[in-house]
């Protein structure tokens, strides 16, 4: 830490929260977590721990309640142009593109920790460009990671709720990973009943993501000095772009 910082935490008297203090503090007193991440505590293990946990559990239980090959069914039957491409290959072909489907999906969730690790890495570079330089903020790489960290725990109560709604016997023909909990109305929507567009639109308007995503605007703003409306600009702003993109993107594809 640099001087400052160490004589802020030392005024407060003591070497800062824990990270289980922080995790807890997520949930009920999110701004003492920011503000001693800005105070220069910034260990973001514990967080990254829990994901691989809960992530594991979701991806043991899809393993044995639903199946992966029913993962890639689901997956198929949310893309009408590769349903189709499927439908008009020989039944040995179709074989052969579903068993690499399935080898493909069960190692791609897998592996998902490592992928929300970089997602991470990814939106912290992002972010801390933008409220820098453009909203002349003083953040450091390291907050604004551990920002993203801890203010992503809402995403824990997905996973768990995934794994609890399999167990409690949700239907695995209507299962899919990438929203495995009703926290949005595209939980509750399935095309082709509806268009691929409106499913991505309604599935991305997730209660956990905007809870996710209002912490990320208060905790960037903190360690950044700048005003919470700066954060919400900063963090938002990139999230209506990606959302743009990806509607588009189901857009080209349905």
């Not at 996973?159 to 023909?173: F, H």
């Not at 595209?186 to 993501?209: E, H, K, R």
């Amino acid at each position: 830490m640099s001087d400052p910082e160490v004589q802020s935490v030392a005024a407060t008297g003591g070497t800062g929260l824990s990270q289980l203090q922080r995790i807890s503090n997520m949930f009920l007193e999110p701004s003492k977590t920011f503000e001693d991440i800005k105070l220069g505590n910034k260990s973001w293990w514990l967080p990254f721990l829990l994901f691989v946990l809960v992530g594991t559990g979701l991806w043991a239980t899809v393993t044995v309640k639903v199946g992966w090959d029913q993962v890639v069914v689901n997956s198929m039957q949310m893309n009408p142009k590769q349903a189709a491409q499927l439908d008009r290959l020989t039944p040995e072909q179709q074989a052969t593109q579903k068993r690499i489907a399935t080898i493909a999906q069960t190692w791609i969730w897998a592996l998902a920790p490592a992928g929300v690790l970089l997602l991470n890495l990814i939106a912290a570079g992002i972010l801390l460009a933008t409220i820098n330089f453009g909203f002349g903020g003083r953040a450091t790489f390291g907050k604004v990671l551990a920002v993203s960290w801890y203010a992503g725990l809402p995403g824990l109560v997905k996973l768990a709720l995934g794994t609890a709604g399999l167990w409690a016997g949700l239907t695995p023909e209507s299962f899919l990973p990438q929203n495995p909990a009703g926290t949005n109305l595209g939980f509750y929507l399935t095309p082709p009943d509806v268009s691929t567009v409106l499913w991505s639109l309604c599935s991305a308007l997730d209660i956990l993501t905007i809870w996710t995503l209002v912490l990320f605007s208060i905790g960037l703003a903190k360690v950044a000095g700048t005003k919470t409306s700066t954060g919400f600009y900063a963090v938002f702003g990139w999230w209506v772009l990606s959302l743009l993109v990806g509607v588009g993107m189901a857009a080209i594809a349905s």
